[in-house]
């Protein structure tokens, strides 16, 4: 039986690898900082309980040495971080302290403990920045923009340092956004999804958002796991992109989701007042705040997955408007336990 250790396993991606490698037959440990609160995730998915919970914080050095010479993985997939782009603005250095060193903490462990396991980093789209409107792949420059970012820049080049300097399996995804009814509501789709289920069940007035230009490759987290699997089977380390190919503004993906939650909407001014009318009540249900503008924003990702298809034969799925749609469904189908349960 293989042995994966996942850190940050009680996130969108953890929880989703994790099911796919319990189906495996893999034995799972999940590794996340105490007091985390993600189970909700691992219960959705039906498989609470059934992880192998340890305490890991990649701040501390002791902690990952301890925990890899316990479980002695066969695997490892890396996505504790901090996650949120915006955040980092306002925490760079705490953010750098984990994505960045906290990748450098666990490859060092891994290179003194169980050399001979494989590793797997989330790297990101973010690492390539706004750099013109022509699809990224694994040659494109990275222009970083955010302190998130340029952290994850330092994580990916250590990664790929520890594989050419000391022979270790580390490979990284370049992950473009990967959504679900598993994401948190700090990001946009879930925010929306969450928001046009309650706007049309009356339980919320209108939703706040930022910039409605932003362009993303949005694809189902649920199939991006089956990827990342792969490419730890592959006979040689190599890194690959993760990526539908289409990009979609974030006004396209409001469009979508309230028309999903059955509300057809108009928009009405420019900029900062521009604002999203339910055409049928009149009512305005979105509205556009410099709150949830970042200090410097990347308008634009769209990714080429062609070496992952070509290579991993890993190919996406599930389309923008079908995504939008089973994430506007698993709103309403928790709004309709809630009322179950009253
Ligand atoms: N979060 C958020 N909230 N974003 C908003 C909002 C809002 O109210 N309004 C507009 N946006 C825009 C952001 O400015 C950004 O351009 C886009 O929506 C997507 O934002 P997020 O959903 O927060 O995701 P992200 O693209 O910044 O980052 C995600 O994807 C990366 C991979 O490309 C995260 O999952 C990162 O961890 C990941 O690396």
């Known amino acids: 039986m293989k042995k994966a250790l996942i850190t940050g396993s009680r996130g969108q991606d953890g929880s989703y690898l994790s099911r796919f490698l319990l189906g495996k037959g893999y034995k799972v440990y999940g590794a996340d900082r105490g007091g985390d609160t993600g189970i909700w995730r691992l219960r959705e998915l039906g498989i609470e ?17 301890d925990a890899l010479e316990k479980i002695r993985p066969d695997e490892i997939y890396n996505f504790a971080a901090q996650s949120i782009v915006k955040l980092s603005f306002d925490q760079p250095v705490l953010t750098g302290e984990i ?59 250590i990664t790929v340092n520890y594989r ?30 969450a928001a046009a289920a ?20 949005w694809g189902y987290a649920g199939e991006y796991v089956e990827g990342m699997w792969r490419m730890l089977q592959k006979p040689k380390a190599d890194d690959y992109i993760l990526a539908t190919g289409k990009t979609h503004t974030v006004r396209e993906f409001i469009e979508a989701a309230f028309a999903a939650a059955g509300i057809k909407l108009a928009w009405r001014g420019k900029g900062l007042g521009e604002k999203g009318v339910a055409s049928a009540s009149g009512k305005t249900v979105v509205e556009v705040s410099k709150d949830f503008y970042r200090p410097a924003e990347v308008e634009r990702l769209q990714g080429n997955s062609s070496k992952a298809v070509n290579k991993l034969g890993w190919k996406p799925k599930t389309k923008f408007k079908k995504l939008v749609a089973l994430m506007v469904e698993a709103e309403f189908s928790r709004l309709d336990k809630k009322k179950v349960n009253l």
């Open 49 to 65: 309980g059934k992880v192998k919970e340890i305490s890991l914080d990649l701040l501390e050095p002791t902690n990952i040495m």
């Open 99 to 157: 994505n960045a060193l906290g990748v450098t903490r666990l490859l060092e462990a891994i290179r003194k403990v169980c050399p001979r396991a494989r590793f797997f980093q989330a790297s990101t789209a973010e690492l390539f920045g706004s750099t013109g409107s022509a699809q990224r792949n694994e040659t494109t420059a990275f222009h970083p923009k955010s302190p998130y970012a340029v952290a994850k820049l330092y994580a990916h080049w």
């Open 164 to 193: 050419q300097a000391y022979g270790l399996y580390a490979v990284c995804a370049i992950l473009f956004n990967h959504e679900s009814p598993l994401r948190g509501e700090e990001f946009v789709t879930r925010k929306i999804a």
């Open 198 to 217: 309650r706007i049309s069940r009356g339980l919320q007035q209108k939703v706040v958002v930022g910039n409605l230009d932003a362009c993303r490759d």
